[in-house]
């Protein structure tokens, strides 16, 4: 009877459990694209008791018949809590959320790990924040999304090169761009202008190599202790990117993703020109000056001359006091060269002034021509690219192919890239697990001369100046697109001067560019036991260039013309073996251990061979050439062994400890000193999930870390080289090649170079998500910098390489993600603003205190590292002044004087960089937009100090009254002030006139260097998108999962408050190439542009 009793009590405690449960099931999607989520944790809030969705988003879960709230949550999407109620079927839409602090991050060599293990700062960004973005270059879609990550244009030319650098620059005079490691394999990303190419063209850097279309994710390491695994060149920190051939875990099936966009593009500033005065000097005018100094337009003679009488030397437009003559014609410019190669420029006719008859030349028209818009033509982009993946349980495809051409603003220039990849990975029955990747790039550039130069408006030796240089500073009544640029007869250059035509450059004097790469790489793994894993990885990139730059004969800068031509290779192997232990110790503690082995060889060849004297114009050859000379021919040879480890040790999934090391061996540096060490250790703690917290904070990470980073040399510092000198030209004969031993000192006893890092963080989330801060302070020391130093003539060389100097940079990052609005509707606002602010510090730069590393120099400014004084200052002249700062005044001419020696005369350092993202989302519908703000740095600016030399600009009309120099009397041999009989100053009541203070001294191109430095504070709308996404219901009866199409502009609009009024030049358009220690110079380079796109995606 008891037995019995019992068991229908427990059969009536059956049935009522099971009463009380029933069955909830549902799909989870991506509010991005509507596509389904599969593995998503699906949980009942409280409980143990959960489940993941299936291949198809779908779920089933078992839960209490009184409902409660379900979580879902997935690696890199916001998770989300939805109230059961009464509800059956559950179904859920997740956003991304790429700031989420239990996100997974690829971290050195490839490992992956939480987020929140890590004691150090990783930015990362998804796929969709490269793409959709109307930008071609990978790197400048990351602009300011990414606290302490500096990254900037050099110019607007398609294909020019982009700037990275990650938490300052850690060398004087060596590389500061950080590694690229592609699908785990390092990816060189070289600009390759280091070797005496030219001044002016235009080089990419060979990230640009990379489709943004074919990029999974991107990872930045900042700091020492997340790169130190990478070995000596992630000194300067790690760009880790995931392409799609690399990607795991694709959908079952077989899906196809297609991307188009089309881009256009126009110049995001010209200058505000000014069109009252003609071409000329002292407001003469003169058809051949290079400048608009000369008297006022016709239309304007009246004005003039009824606003200043007789009160100044000239009244305008009466005969013979100048041109242009009474009825608004003057001599054709042409004229100034070629007065009889154009008939119907030369053309004579008489008329009758004040009672003369006078023979004048052609009638040419003096008027303001629009020079600019007649010469720029609408820029384009059209990029095409198709993903197929396929996967299964055990394996995965993926391939892929795109094509991007892009035609620049200026007449034959423009820039393709074609890639191919494919990848896959499948998991063997024997327990291999094999992965893979291939993949090809060709990208191919031309561009007329449109670097940088230093003075940007003449220049005319050697082909120094630019197409940009001729162009903007073009007398205003100069019609350069209505007269003739080449010679009928021989195809030479016809202009109004002794320079090269900007039409006639643009049409001969080409740069062009082709580049053929490979790279790739196969791992292999294999799990030992459940805790212990080995890998062997290994890959190769490689990459063969092709140069060839033509001075075309018949110029003015070469007259006989010139052909060089360069071919370079660049060949890396990297393998590494790792050994992984990973296990559970106990209920509290799990140990990681990875030990690893890295040998590495890189191998680069370059041979420039330059023909001179072109025998036909039509034939762009070096042996179509009489004189062909070797430049240089040489191979750089390195190797690199290393040994690394990396221990984790985590207490209850809160607190994780984690050590490096790592020995490298360098084939660059000498016996005894080639093999060095350097370790650090870094400490998390989550105490979010260790300590309760108050209710509006939802998650609370402290971060701690301290390591050191060493770097090798460059190949052959440690002896005297022997290689190819300045050729020899026998007197009547042509120039051979000859060799020679170089001019630096090898040093023997090199060391290698050392940075250490001390780093602080802390990452937090308030009140259910709607705030995220990720805030980090670090220190950084770079020790034993190789550098080369001036040594004593009587040693028989002029430079010698030493170990020398110490350099800091400190600073904080701070990444703020807010979401204030999240509405029942589906509206979402999301802000996120990434500052960063870093000062830098020459501790020591040397025996002498200081290194000058770059810039034009003579007269015009250089780049110096100066004891006590921030990386890379403005280095040049400066006016004399008094005491009290007030200028000494020349009293022979009114005008100030320059002091006998140069002098730091600015910091082209930011006092803080911020970049301010957001994005609001309503049901299918996203816009975005980023404002990029960069705080001071001074900038020496060449097209500033021409414009106003040349006086273009509109602020420059007023020129008719004289004017004053405000300042005191001063002696150009004292450099002190002159005192009157009383010792009193004397004050400057000098007059002189707008033509002397612009042109001839003072301000402008002929002025000290110190008056033509501005603060490049700009605020800029880097870039704005428009998205929208097809419901599913509409494509339901189409052959696509998901269609998306969207709009977007970039650098749309820009303000540089403190440039010179009307300059209208965007202070990122630098000229200087990609890799250099000079900084803070503008050199006349290719404008920005201003870009508008529309992007079609589609999935099959």
């Not at 949550?73 to 916001?78: D, N, V």
């Not at 305008?316 to 009889?340: F, M, S």
């Not at 008329?351 to 009638?363: C, K, L």
């Amino acid at each position: 009877m008891k037995k019995f009793l019992l068991l229908c009590f427990s059969f009536v405690f059956v049935i009522s459990a099971w009463a009380q449960e029933r069955v909830v099931s549902g799909k989870v999607t991506s509010a991005e694209d509507g596509s389904a989520l599969p593995g998503v944790n699906v949980v009942l809030k409280g409980t143990t008791n959960g489940t993941v969705t299936d291949s198809d988003g779908g779920y089933r879960l078992t839960i209490p018949a009184g409902g409660g709230t379900l979580t879902f949550s997935f690696i890199g999407f916001a998770s989300k809590d939805e109230v059961i109620g009464e509800r059956s079927v559950v179904d859920v839409v997740l956003g991304l959320d790429v700031q989420q602090l239990g996100e997974v991050v690829v971290t050195a060599v490839g490992i992956e790990r939480e987020k929140k293990s890590l004691g150090y700062s990783v930015a990362s960004v998804n796929s969709e924040n490269i793409q959709s973005r109307s930008e071609v270059d990978p790197l400048r879609a990351l602009q300011g999304k990414m606290p302490g990550v500096n990254i900037g244009g050099t110019g607007g030319a398609p294909g020019q090169s982009t700037k990275i650098n990650i938490r300052g620059m850690s060398s004087m005079t060596g590389n500061t761009q950080p590694l690229f490691v592609v699908d785990g394999i390092p990816f060189d990303n070289s600009t390759n202008e280091g070797t005496g190419s030219s001044q002016n063209t235009v080089f990419s850097n060979r990230a640009f190599d990379l489709d943004p279309n074919n990029i999974e994710s991107i990872s930045i390491l900042k700091g020492a202790a997340a790169s130190a695994l990478y070995g000596s060149r992630a000194t300067n920190g790690v760009v880790v990117i995931t392409t799609k051939a690399a990607k795991k875990n694709s959908k079952k099936g077989l899906e196809i993703t297609y991307n188009s966009s089309y881009n256009i593009e126009e110049i995001s500033g010209i200058p505000d020109y000014q069109d009252v005065y003609t071409q000329g000097s002292n407001q003469v005018y003169n058809g051949g000056f290079i400048g608009n100094w000369g008297a006022p337009f016709p239309n304007h003679v009246d004005a003039i001359n009824a606003q200043y009488g007789t009160n100044y030397t000239k009244t305008y437009g009466v005969y013979p006091d100048g041109q242009p003559y009474p009825d608004g014609t003057a001599p054709n410019p042409i004229n100034n060269r070629y007065p009889n190669l154009f008939p119907q420029f030369v053309q004579q006719y008489t008329r009758t002034d004040n009672g003369q008859t006078v023979n004048v030349s052609a009638p040419y028209k003096i008027e303001p021509h629009d020079i600019i818009g007649g010469f720029f033509r609408q820029g384009k982009i059209l990029e095409n690219a198709i993903q197929i993946s396929s996967g299964s349980d055990k394996a995965t495809i993926n391939a892929g192919a795109s094509r991007m051409t892009q035609d620049g603003m200026v007449p034959n220039t423009e820039a393709t890239r074609t890639t191919l990849s494919f990848g896959g990975n499948g998991q063997l029955d024997n327990g291999l697990f094999l992965s893979g990747t291939v993949n090809y790039a060709n990208t191919t550039q031309q561009s007329p001369q449109s670097g940088g130069s230093v003075f940007v408006d003449y220049a005319g030796g050697n082909g120094g100046s630019t197409i940009y240089s001729r162009l903007f500073y073009l007398p205003r009544n100069f019609d350069l697109n209505g007269l003739p640029f080449e010679n009928p007869v021989d195809g030479s250059n016809i202009f109004y001067r002794a320079l090269d035509n900007p039409l006639w450059i643009a049409k001969y004097n080409l740069y062009t560019s082709n580049v053929n790469r490979v790279y790739g790489n196969l791992t292999a793994s294999y799990d030992i036991t459940s805790w212990l894993n080995v890998v062997l990885k290994g890959g190769v990139n490689t990459y063969s260039e092709a140069r060839r730059n033509i001075l075309r004969k018949g110029g003015i800068a070469d007259p006989n013309g010139t052909i060089w031509t360069e071919d370079l290779t660049n060949t890396e192997q990297d393998y590494n073996l790792i050994v992984t232990f990973n296990k559970e110790l106990n209920e509290n503690f799990n140990l990681r251990v990875l030990a690893g082995f890295n040998a590495n060889q890189r191998e680069y060849a370059a041979r420039k061979v330059t023909g001179s004297n072109v025998i036909s114009s039509g034939l762009y050859r070096t042996d179509a050439t009489s004189t062909q000379i070797v430049d240089y021919d040489y191979l750089r040879l390195r190797r690199l062994l290393g040994a690394y480890t990396d221990i984790s040790l985590s207490f209850k999934d809160y607190l994780f400890l984690n050590v490096v090391a790592r020995n490298d061996k360098s084939s660059t540096l000498p016996k005894g000193n080639n093999s060095y060490f350097y370790p650090g250790a870094s400490l998390s703690f989550v105490a979010s999930d260790a300590i309760e917290m108050p209710s509006f904070i939802n998650r609370l990470k402290v971060r701690a870390g301290y390591t050191k980073v060493g770097n090798d040399a460059s190949p052959y510092l440690t002896g005297v080289v022997y290689s190819l000198a300045t050729p020899y030209t026998p007197s009547g004969g042509n120039a051979v090649n000859r060799a020679a031993l170089s001019n630096t000192l090898g040093n023997p006893n090199l060391k290698p170079e050392f940075t250490t890092e001390a780093e602080a963080g802390l990452e937090a989330g308030f009140l259910d998500g709607k705030i995220g801060l990720d805030l980090t302070y670090f220190s950084r020391v770079s020790t034993d910098q190789i550098a080369s130093a001036a040594v004593a003539r009587s040693s028989g060389f002029s430079t010698e390489i030493v170990n020398v100097g110490e350099l800091t940079n400190k600073g904080w990052e701070i990444g703020l993600d807010l979401n204030p609005v999240k509405l029942s509707n589906g509206f979402s606002w999301n802000s996120y603003v990434a500052f960063t602010k870093i000062k830098s510090l020459i501790v020591d730069a040397g025996p002498t205190g200081e290194i000058i590393i770059g810039g034009p120099g003579g007269g015009y400014g250089q780049t110096i590292h100066r004891n006590g004084f921030p990386y890379a200052q403005i280095f040049g002249s400066k006016n004399a002044r008094d005491d009290e700062g007030n200028l000494l005044i020349d009293p022979q001419t009114g005008m100030p004087f320059a002091l006998p020696t140069d002098y730091v005369v600015g910091d082209p350092n930011p006092d803080f960089t911020l970049g301010w993202t957001n994005t609001f989302a309503y049901k299918n519908f996203t816009l975005s937009f980023l404002i990029d703000w960069r705080q001071g740095g001074d900038l020496l600016s060449f097209s500033a100090a021409s414009l106003l030399l040349r006086g273009q600009l509109a602020n420059s009309v007023d020129r008719e009254a004289l004017r004053v120099v405000p300042g005191v009397l001063g002696s150009p041999q004292t450099f002190e002030p002159i005192l009157d009989d009383n010792g009193d100053k004397i004050v400057n009541t000098i007059p002189v006139t707008s033509f002397d203070t612009h042109f001839s001294n003072g301000w402008g191109a002929y002025g000290q260097t110190e008056v033509n430095i501005y603060d490049a504070t700009t605020i800029r709308l880097r870039e704005i998108s428009l998205g929208y996404v097809v419901p599913k219901t509409l494509l339901a009866k189409t052959p696509f999962g998901s269609a998306k199409i969207s709009v977007s502009g970039r650098n749309l609009w820009w303000k540089a408050p403190n440039m010179l009024e009307g300059l209208n030049f965007d202070p990122e358009s630098s000229g200087i190439v990609s890799s250099s220690n000079v900084q803070g110079f503008e050199y006349g380079a290719a404008p920005t542009t201003r870009r508008y796109g529309v992007n079609l995606s589609l999935t099959f």
